[in-house]
């Protein structure tokens, strides 16, 4: 596999990475995950971008044959604007009040624990979220969440290749270097 960031399943079959970014770019805040994974730029072979506005139901279909997903999402725990939440295992107990939940009041917590008990959870599963501070309708992101959202990119990226080392190092994938990570 050429540069593929990819691992095996026990089936035998190469899954990819997901990177999802769940929000809506014309609600402030609200957009900062789709500024995240705009800001990764290209991404390596056998990953796979998808921006969801907000059904943390459909998360279940997105990632489920993948080996890595990325989930990006805005928060509202309470904590300052432009505080940056990560929980690498997806085993660690997501807060609900973490993300934005629907109408229906089915959010990223809940569509996790629905896909633990359903057996469909990714075989990794990391969550960055960015703390908001406004939802104004039409409104850009705020100063102090463009600047978090920059530094989440990098970390996305940092992760992207220590995935793709640990892979090389099972024998699974090649390691991607830094630059094809940009």
Not at 92 to 101: D, F, T, V, Y
Not at 131 to 155: C, D, N, T
Request: aromatic share 4%; proline share 6%; charged share 20%.
């Amino acid at each position: 596999m050429s540069n593929a960031v990819r691992a095996s399943n026990p089936d035998g079959k190469t899954r990819g990475i997901a990177i999802i970014a769940l929000g809506n770019r014309f609600r402030g805040d609200d957009g900062v995950a789709i500024e995240i994974a705009e800001g990764l730029g290209p991404l390596p072979p056998g990953c796979t971008l998808s921006k969801n506005p907000g059904d943390a139901l459909a998360l279940l279909d997105t990632w489920e044959d993948a080996a890595l997903a990325i989930v990006l999402d805005a928060a509202m725990s309470g904590a300052p604007p432009g505080t940056i939440h990560h929980f690498g295992s997806g085993r660690e107990a997501i807060p609900k009040n973490l993300g934005r939940c629907s109408s229906h009041g089915f959010g990223l917590a809940e569509a996790i624990a629905l896909a633990e008990a359903l057996g469909r959870l990714p075989s990794r599963l990391s969550i960055y979220a960015v703390e908001a501070g406004q939802f104004e309708p039409g409104a850009g992101l705020s100063a102090e969440i463009s600047a978090a959202a920059g530094k989440v990119v990098r970390q996305v990226r940092e992760e992207l290749r220590q995935y793709g080392a640990a892979c090389n190092k099972a024998g699974s994938a090649r390691e991607l270097p830094a630059n094809d990570l940009r």
